[in-house]
């Protein structure tokens, strides 16, 4: 893959991050839950993101919110505060994935600043539009949010949670319930998500875009 612009050289950095909790057998990040198992950490977290969500749908939907990088730091917080020390600081570790190396942490602040005077102020608050436009404009944020991966954990997980708020904004139902990534069919819609995710990075959202169209409409 060719170098992005947010590409950068660094040396790879220790960090808290970097810690597993004992007994976990190096599955399961340092937690103040003391969890050791992979599936009760994901019941957790995944209770935690309910829970905060019900929050921030009245805040964000009744509220002229744009959303900035304080806001999603906070939101990261909110969730993931009572799991993780971490939560709602931006990475001090490199991340990679099957080949693929996310931007240098110690460029991550300067990411997320430019993010917030480019993208976000461009297309939040989501005003209402036709289904084309928002999705696209979800599709873009999606794509440079991901690209950047902030956070620890949850990028993904977020940048969904952002992208229902967003629909909401603009009128629309929430696209994530449609997304399928479990059950029959689960692997495709997820490999062709990813897919449209890492186009995005080169800025072609159009793939993106449509699968959050999609996902959108089948809910309308």
């Not at 905060?52 to 304080?70: H, N, P, S």
């Not at 939101?75 to 931007?103: C, Q």
Request: charged share 25%; aromatic share 10%.
């Amino acid at each position: 893959m060719k170098p992005h612009r947010y590409a950068t050289r660094y040396a790879v950095p220790l960090g808290p991050e970097n810690e597993y909790q004992t007994g976990s057998g190096r599955l399961v990040l340092r937690n103040h839950l003391g969890i050791t198992r992979k599936s009760e950490m994901d019941a957790a977290e995944y209770a935690c993101l309910v829970r905060v969500q019900a929050r921030y749908l009245e805040r964000v939907i009744t509220g002229d919110t744009r959303f900035t990088a304080k806001l999603i730091c906070q939101m990261h917080r909110d969730w993931l505060g009572p799991i993780y020390p971490w939560a709602g600081k931006y990475r001090s570790v490199e991340l990679s994935k099957d080949g693929f190396a996310w931007p240098s942490a110690y460029r991550i602040s300067h990411n997320m600043e430019a993010l917030e005077r480019g993208v976000l102020r461009r297309h939040t608050p989501c005003r209402p539009a036709s289904l084309d436009i928002v999705a696209h404009r979800i599709a873009e944020v999606h794509a440079e949010l991901m690209l950047i991966h902030p956070f620890r954990e949850g990028n993904g997980r977020l940048g969904r949670w952002i992208a229902d708020l967003m629909a909401f904004q603009a009128g629309l139902p929430a696209p994530s319930p449609a997304f399928g990534f479990s059950g029959r069919g689960s692997r495709k819609r997820s490999t062709r998500y990813i897919q449209a995710v890492n186009r995005g990075f080169d800025r072609d959202y159009e793939d993106l875009a449509a699968f959050f169209a999609l996902a959108i409409e089948s809910r309308l």
